[in-house]
């Protein structure tokens, strides 16, 4: 089972700066890495898929890179609503299909 | 996207099987894969399982010999049964899905997710 390790578990930022956040795979999931957004009391949203890709709907101001072990969640210009918790999630040696553990982005 | 809605009791006891439904709106059974996940404070986010409407399958190892996954076409439904629950299968769970003709294995559409408890 891939084990997927975010980092940091609490990002505590104001409206306007950027976000960085990372996902660190226990071996290599090539490209195959996506990110998620859940908010307080709703289901998690797909942002981005196989490392860069958004998905339909998605801002611009959410971006995905990195390959192998090491991935990155960037968001530009923090809205506030922007202020939720992050999830990647790894789709290349299933199953299980694994999440990391979640990055809080909270209001500075 | 299609819209997902849980289904299902609240409240199971130790031992017995936890049986939810997710019933879909807005596309056809044959176009997504059907899966659940659920999500406690201290596991995460937890992959259960996944069925295609022809009988393809595939279950969390963590879970496999307790889990079953069925899907209805007649009535837009699939279900999850989950045998021999303890306290540790207490989570919100949740039905979600992805269209064939995207990207696999990333789930697009979410149902709101239903609170299950396991107690006496």
């Known amino acids: 089972e891939i084990v997927l390790t975010q980092s940091p578990s609490t990002l505590s930022l104001s409206p306007g700066e950027t976000a960085t956040l990372s996902c660190r795979a226990s071996?290599?999931?090539?490209?195959?890495l996506g990110w998620y957004q859940q908010k307080p009391g709703q289901a998690p949203k797909l942002l981005i898929y196989?490392?860069?890709n958004r998905a339909t709907g998605i801002p611009a101001r959410f971006s995905g890179s990195g390959s192998g072990t090491d991935f990155t969640l960037t968001i530009s210009s923090l809205e506030p609503e922007d202020f939720a918790v992050y999830y990647c999630?790894?789709?290349?040696?299933?199953?299980?299909?694994?999440f990391g553990q979640g990055t809080r982005l909270e209001i500075k | 996207q299609v819209q997902l809605q849980e289904a299902g009791p609240g409240l199971v006891k130790p031992s017995e099987t936890l049986s939810l439904t997710c019933t879909v709106s807005g596309g056809s059974m044959s176009s997504y894969y059907w899966s659940w996940i659920r999500q406690s404070p201290g596991k995460g986010l937890e992959w259960i399982g996944y069925m295609y409407y022809s009988g393809s399958t595939s279950h969390n190892p963590s879970l496999k010999t307790r889990v079953t996954i069925s899907v209805d076409t007649s009535k837009n439904q699939f279900s999850l049964n989950l045998s021999s629950v303890t306290a540790a299968d207490t989570a919100v769970y949740y039905c979600a899905s992805w269209n064939t003709a995207m990207v696999p294995y990333y789930f697009d559409s979410w149902g709101q997710g239903i609170q299950v408890t396991v107690s006496s």
């Open positions: 999630q790894q789709r290349i040696n299933w199953p299980p299909i694994t």
């Open positions: 196989d490392a860069s």
């Open positions: 071996q290599s999931v090539r490209s195959y």
